[in-house]
């Protein structure tokens, strides 16, 4: 069973459109992160949200962790070809400091 | 600073061989993680230190085995190589899991025929 359920698991997208991905778990979490993929290279953090209902914004990204730290949620505002790229979110378990990972939104966004 | 560098690149083995995967960073990082990612199952972890001397299991541990003799390396060993084990498989580190997240190298492909 995955800790961890993202959605969609694949998205393809004009450009300029609006995209949600979202991370939902039936566990608590300390922290939840998001990280970007490229092909052939390893993950990459793009932002960690450690309070609940805490919002953070990179540039056209906008993440926000949901009130009981349950669940996340990454927005981008006009998605452009360099958003395309494997999305994954990835939660620290209070008390283990394991983080563990979702299995990812591909996102294609297409010119 | 090189970060975190993972060695080899690729890898070929045969069933029943071992192998130790290497892994060292250059940040002083008292985290360090090793997951495998295979398609459609995201990033899964294998074992995890929260410091020198200091290991525990992950989500998939069977087959794996991990030291930290200290805080740069965290080499990660297949006892007896199986199929099951071809997989992309990444080290990462950080300086708190919680608020700083990880910092991943670039991976190490292995196949095993």
């Known amino acids: 069973t995955q800790l961890l359920e993202q959605s969609p698991q694949f998205l393809s997208i004009q450009e300029g459109e609006n995209l949600t991905v979202y991370c939902n778990s039936s566990s608590v979490f300390s922290s939840l992160q998001w990280y970007r993929q490229e092909p052939g290279e390893g993950p990459v953090l793009l932002v960690t949200?450690?309070?609940?209902?805490e919002v953070k914004k990179l540039k056209r990204l906008t993440f926000q962790f949901g009130d009981a730290r349950k669940d996340s949620s990454l927005h981008i505002t006009a998605a452009q070809p360099g958003d395309t790229g494997l999305y994954l979110c990835a939660g620290v378990q209070g008390g283990s400091e394991k983080l563990v990972f979702g299995k990812g939104t591909k996102l294609t966004v297409n010119p | 600073n090189a970060g975190v560098t993972q060695t080899p690149k690729f890898q070929v083995l045969k069933t029943g061989q071992s192998m130790t995967l290497q892994c060292a960073q250059d940040?002083?990082?008292?985290?360090m993680s090793w997951y495998r990612q295979d398609p459609g199952m995201g990033l899964r972890l294998i074992h995890y230190s929260v410091g020198a001397g200091i290991t525990d299991q992950g989500e998939v541990p069977n087959g794996y085995n991990v030291s930290r003799s200290t805080t740069e390396d965290f080499p990660l060993r297949l006892l007896s190589a199986a199929p099951s084990q071809t997989s992309v498989y990444f080290c990462?580190?950080?300086?708190?899991?919680?608020?700083?997240?990880?910092?991943f190298g670039s991976g190490t492909r292995l196949t095993v025929v």
């Open positions: 949200v450690v309070t609940g209902g």
């Open positions: 940040m002083n990082h008292e985290y």
């Open positions: 990462a580190s950080s300086r708190e899991s919680r608020d700083y997240g990880y910092t």
